[in-house]
Nanobody, 123 residues
Framework: QVQLVESGGGLVQAGGSLRLSCAVS????????MGWFRQAPGKEREFVAG????????DYADSVKGRFTISRDNAKNTVYLQMSSLKPEDTAVYYC????????????????WGQGTQVTVSS
């Protein structure tokens, strides 16, 4: 079984920074992929960033590229999303997810999801 718990969300001013954390329990990091997604009110859930354990490769949505960085700490079984130069349009609930097959975004199917953490960016 895999369980994910997000933390680190909050309220920040435009231009500020936040670091989200996703702690994974049930098993240590292996050959699976992980990703961050977000959903704003009235909008569809969208991919934000992903990382594939096999290759150490990362992917980012065009809207966050250059501002967000995904990383992992294998010793702590935790994945991070460092967000800088935040904009009001980044406001959303952010979710982390695991793809046990290791394919990752965009072809992979994510099997486990966290409860989400709210990020609000004020003007």
């Amino acid at each position: 079984q895999v369980q994910l718990v997000e933390s680190g969300g909050g309220l920040v001013q435009a231009g500020g920074s936040l670091r989200l954390s996703c702690a994974v329990s049930g098993r240590p990091f292996s050959a699976y992929a992980m990703g961050w997604f977000r959903q704003a009110p009235g909008k569809e859930r969208e991919f934000v960033a992903g990382i594939r354990w096999k290759f150490g490769s990362t992917d980012y949505a065009d809207s966050v590229k250059g501002r967000f960085t995904i990383s992992r700490d294998n010793a702590k079984n935790t994945v991070y999303l460092q967000m800088s130069s935040l904009k009001p349009e980044d406001t959303a609930v952010y979710y982390c997810a695991v793809d046990e097959d290791g394919l990752g975004y965009p072809m992979g199917e994510y099997d486990y999801w966290g409860q989400g953490t709210q990020v609000t960016v004020s003007s």
